[in-house]
């Protein structure tokens, strides 16, 4: 069995992505990586080639900055690395650069890619996922965050990279999955405000133009972590890669669980999704086969 990682990765230094801790949070059960390096404004290809296994390969690539709608960029650039992916690999682990892999879930994702490799009916691994905000004590937990993706396909050359590569699609459809007990650690929302606030920026000008950044996006010195609704202490403990990144945190985020901002039809259907585990309405990006 063979399994090729991949992802894609641009101004990885200005905006502060933790891509080296993401990458070598899943490459142990990787027998390649695919990295596809856009043209940037720091030294990402050199940070990228600083990653010491010979499983890495970097392909550079030039972003079309004038795909400024729904992040159309990020799917076409996710597909050039599924691209370059060998053709005898068996399965692709797809891997966002701010996304990690706790390593307990190692053991876990090995033993699903073995069951399902000749499973033809099975064309990719939907992942459960934890988002940090504000600081790596707290998790966002409202309906507005998505509770699982799909991380790992089949190596079918006609699964292609959907709207702004949240997801895949095959042949235009809803690929089918098998839901694994393994979740993605998701560190989007954690960095230093000035950090955040440049990423915020910068993202945005994958989806809008620049009349409607000018209009909605402050222009502000720093990301304002306070306009939240609702979060959770997390509990459990982080990924051993991001333990130096956690260890030199240096800003400040608290928040008081107790006191949420959801209005009172939020709240009570929070109440009601948390007992049951269940969320109603969910965007399902996949087909969940049993």
Request: charged share 30%.
């Given at each position: 069995m063979k399994v090729s990682g991949f992802t894609i990765i641009r101004n990885a230094i200005q905006f502060d992505y933790p891509v080296v801790e993401s990458i070598t949070s899943i490459l142990p059960i990787c027998d390649e990586f695919i990295v596809a390096v856009g043209n940037s404004n720091d030294d990402t290809l050199k940070l990228i080639q600083s990653i010491d296994s010979p499983k890495i390969k970097i392909i550079e690539t030039i972003w079309d900055d004038n795909?400024?709608?729904?992040?159309?960029?990020?799917?076409?650039?996710?597909?050039?690395?599924?691209?370059?992916?060998?053709?005898?690999?068996?399965?692709?682990?797809?891997?966002?650069?701010?996304?990690?892999?706790?390593?307990?879930?190692?053991?876990?994702?090995?033993?699903n890619l073995s069951r399902y490799?000749?499973?033809?009916?099975?064309?990719?691994?939907?992942f459960k996922?934890?988002?940090?905000?504000?600081?790596?004590?707290?998790?966002?937990?409202?309906?507005?965050?998505?509770?699982?993706?799909?991380?790992?396909?089949?190596?079918?050359?006609?699964?292609?990279?959907?709207?702004?590569a949240q997801g895949f699609r095959k042949n235009g459809g809803k690929l089918n999955v098998k839901p694994i007990n393994a979740s993605i650690y998701h560190y989007g929302w954690?960095?230093?405000?000035?950090?955040?606030?440049?990423?915020?920026?910068?993202?945005?000008?994958?989806?809008?133009?620049d009349t409607w950044i000018n209009q909605n996006v402050k222009k502000v010195n720093e990301f304002d972590y306070s306009f939240i609704d609702i979060l959770e202490k997390f509990t459990g403990s982080h990924p051993k890669v991001m333990q130096p990144r956690i260890k030199n945190i240096n800003w400040q985020f608290s928040f008081d669980p107790t006191k949420n901002k959801l209005c009172l039809k939020?709240?009570?259907?929070?109440?009601?999704?948390?007992?049951?585990?269940?969320?109603?309405?969910?965007?399902?990006?996949?087909?969940?086969?049993?």
């Open positions: 795909l400024r709608e729904g992040g159309k960029v990020l799917a076409h650039e996710t597909n050039k690395a599924m691209d370059a992916i060998s053709e005898d690999s068996d399965w692709c682990f797809y891997i966002q650069s701010d996304e990690i892999v706790h390593e307990k879930y190692l053991p876990t994702i090995k033993e490799k000749d499973q033809k009916n099975v064309e990719g691994l939907l996922y934890t988002h940090f905000y504000g600081s790596y004590d707290y998790i966002g937990v409202s309906r507005s965050w998505y509770k699982n993706e799909i991380r790992i396909i089949k190596n079918d050359k006609t699964i292609r990279s959907y709207k702004d954690v960095k230093h405000p000035k950090n955040q606030q440049a990423k915020h920026e910068s993202f945005n000008k994958m989806w809008h133009d939020s709240k009570i259907l929070h109440f009601i999704e948390k007992k049951l585990n269940y969320q109603f309405g969910e965007y399902k990006n996949y087909h969940v086969i049993k």
